[in-house]
Antibody, heavy 119, light 107 residues
Framework: EVKLVESGGGLVQPGGSLRLSCATSGFTFTDYYMSWVRQPPGKALEWLGFIRNKANGYTTEYSASVKGRFTISRDNSQSILYLQMNTLRAEDSATYYC??????????WGQGTTLTVSS | DIQMTQSPASLSASVGETVTITCRASENIYSYLAWYQQKQGKSPQLLVYNAKTLAEGVPSRFSGSGSGTQFSLKINSLQPEDFGSYYCQHHYGTPPTFGGGTKLEIK
């Protein structure tokens, strides 16, 4: 059974940093691209970025809204995906989802973890 | 970046009705389009990919169509469990942007 479990959310002051984790199981982690998506309260989904699979060198792509502030990485030995978030702003407050990325869509999602950026 | 525009933003319908949600891309994305369903307080779930292929376990009352810049998701004979929000997302290059969503509510 494919499972993705996010953790690490919480309350952070503006300008602060936080790292989210996504523990995965049930599939060969290195075979897949992995994505992060967020959703502010009551708003639409926003793609943040992905990290490619082993065959594509684990390279990354980001949305313009987070490029330079957020970094996606992966621990392939433990099948864990990370999202390092720096210089956080109030508008980064959202539920953050990790998702397994097939070339045609995001086929498995975690339950989400919530970030609140506030003083 | 490719912009995805969904309509309507909200929709009210009754159990048993048929509804259609549309998604328009700002440029040609061929058939690289997915649809997701999100129920209140839950994670999104993949419904349709490659514009018209149902994901595993998705009931046949759902159907996707379109190519190029115009796409639609049709739900026949609405069931109580179908109410929630629906999002389209293109997969033609990066960033793979989502549409603004359609909230389907019970009338």
């Amino acid at each position: 059974e494919v499972k993705l479990v996010e953790s690490g959310g919480g309350l952070v002051q503006p300008g602060g940093s936080l790292r989210l984790s996504c523990a995965t199981s049930g599939f060969t982690f290195t075979d897949y691209y992995m994505s992060w998506v967020r959703q502010p309260p009551g708003k639409a989904l926003e793609w943040l970025g992905f990290i490619r699979n082993k065959a594509n060198g684990y390279t990354t792509e980001y949305s313009a809204s987070v490029k330079g502030r957020f970094t996606i990485s992966r621990d392939n030995s433990q099948s864990i995906l990370y999202l390092q978030m720096n210089t956080l702003r109030a508008e980064d407050s959202a539920t953050y989802y990790c998702a397994r990325d097939k070339y045609y869509g995001l086929d498995y999602w975690g339950q989400g973890t919530t970030l609140t950026v506030s003083s | 970046d490719i912009q995805m525009t969904q309509s309507p933003a909200s929709l009210s319908a009754s159990v048993g009705e048929t509804v259609t949600i549309t998604c328009r891309a700002s440029e040609n994305i061929y058939s690289y389009l997915a649809w997701y369903q999100q129920k209140q307080g839950k994670s999104p779930q993949l419904l349709v990919y490659n514009a018209k292929t149902l994901a595993e376990g998705v009931p046949s009352r759902f159907s996707g169509s379109g190519s190029g810049t115009q796409f639609s998701l049709k739900i026949n004979s609405l069931q109580p469990e179908d109410f929630g929000s629906y999002y389209c997302q293109h997969h033609y290059g990066t960033p793979p942007t989502f549409g603004g969503g359609t909230k389907l509510e019970i009338k």
